[in-house]
């Protein structure tokens, strides 16, 4: 009935669930089966996963594991931002429920979930146990590897701990981190760190700089997220040049998807609010009407009624005769090559429609890009020596080939 699966970021997790769902159908055609994740980007990273897994399976299997419905918790259960629709008395019609990226799923949440779930519902719960503990109370996944509790789960919790992607500096360094677990964050920082980045610098896919947070946002940083603002308004001004309004709408969305900024921290000179100040100015604070074309924003909340969720990554652009919109691929594929050529999944908002329900994304903080990816990460580190290692541990595992790390001086 119920089946734990963890690992580090490239040990086959999706893997395992494309080969579980198929094994599964194989048997059970008719099987009701969905797949879910607590946020819009984690959703969008499961469907590409699923749809790119089942490329090596038979075409029956991979046809119904491609069809089958992928998106987030709360519109699983129907959420309406204050309740759920979905309950004990009107519960979920699914013989197979697998949630992805269960780190991020607080007490609550699961509670409703559970509650939702027919007695006769098998659970697949997916997730990383270093990765960074929900906002909310309860965290759900670190509890569950309790000892107590794994003994409870026997050969139901099942751990994978070979990676196959990752390699180099960035698995060294997150092996690392992973080793931390069971410290107390708060006693020990991470203490070590220096010593450790110096052992795993000729790995290649990790550089390391220091600078003074004292004197601003670092060069290293900045730079390459200028480059990223022009490369963005450029396939965005593409777009508003086409007679076709969805034209040049793939390139934009997976453009987003190549690189993430990340802080710990909103606040202060290396948080997010600073990192916009500097690359939009006063427009930073004047809501997505003022940001230029080509800004990512975020979806702060889950918005059912425009098919948006909490998380989902959207951009700014002009249509033709110069009205701005805000271009979203949904919740259920998200930016990605499959949502994006899927015109069905765009979603075409005015700036009005989302009044206090979307930030600019230039930046985010490490809690808010849980479930993302991107090919190149650069992560700032203000205060290494309090910081709790599970924070840069999911930071540096939202790459997919190259990190860059800014920290603070290391003693």
């Given at each position: ?161 070979t990676?196959?992607?990752?390699h ?27 010593s ?19 004197r ?21 001004a ?15 969305l997976?453009?987003?998807?190549e ?101 600019p ?28 290692p ?22």
């Amino acid at each position: 009935g119920l089946v734990l699966l963890g690992g580090g970021p490239g040990t086959g997790k999706t893997s395992t669930v494309v080969q579980i769902l198929a094994a599964q159908l194989s048997l059970q055609p008719a099987l009701r089966i969905q797949l879910a994740a607590p946020t819009g980007k984690a959703a969008a990273r499961l469907q590409q996963a699923i749809e790119d897994g089942a490329g090596c399976l038979a075409p029956d299997v991979a046809g119904k594991l491609r069809r089958t419905p992928c998106g987030t918790l709360h519109r699983l259960l129907e959420s309406n931002g204050e309740r759920f629709g979905r309950h004990r008395h009107r519960p979920l019609e699914l013989d197979l429920l697998v949630v992805d990226e269960v780190s991020m799923v607080d007490l609550p949440l699961m509670e409703a979930l559970l509650d939702a779930l027919p007695a006769t519902c098998r659970l697949v719960l997916v997730g990383d146990p270093a990765q960074l503990p929900p906002v909310g109370p309860g965290p759900v996944l670190l509890e569950l590897q309790r000892p107590a509790r794994l003994k409870a789960l026997g050969e139901a919790a099942v751990q994978l701990t070979t990676t196959y992607r990752n390699h180099g500096a960035i698995a060294e360094l997150a092996n690392w981190l992973r080793g931390r677990e069971g410290h107390d964050p708060q006693a020990s920082g991470l203490q070590g760190l220096a010593s450790q980045l110096e052992a795993c610098r000729s790995s290649g896919n990790l550089a390391w700089q220091q600078a003074n947070p004292v004197r601003g946002l670092p060069a290293a940083l900045l730079e390459p997220l200028r480059r990223r603002q022009l490369q963005l308004a450029s396939l965005a001004a593409a777009m508003a040049s086409s007679s076709q309004p969805t034209d040049g709408a793939s390139a934009l969305l997976e453009a987003l998807g190549e690189m993430l900024i990340l802080t710990p921290v909103r606040r202060g000179r290396w948080g997010v609010e600073a990192i916009h100040q500097a690359l939009l100015g006063d427009a930073a604070t004047a809501g997505p009407g003022a940001w230029p074309p080509g800004t990512p924003v975020l979806c702060c909340r889950n918005l059912p009624d425009l098919g948006l969720a909490n998380g989902d990554l959207g951009v700014v652009v002009h249509r033709r005769g110069g009205a701005r919109r805000l271009l979203f691929a949904a919740a259920s594929g998200g930016p990605d090559r499959a949502a994006a050529s899927n015109q069905d999944h765009l979603r075409w908002l005015h700036p009005a429609q989302m009044a206090g329900a979307v930030e600019p994304a230039l930046a985010l903080t490490v809690h808010k890009a849980q479930g993302s990816e991107a090919d190149t990460v650069i992560v700032l580190l203000p205060d290494p020596e309090r910081d709790d290692p599970r924070l840069l541990y999911t930071a540096l595992t939202r790459a997919r080939h190259q990190a860059l790390l800014i920290t603070a001086p290391l003693t």
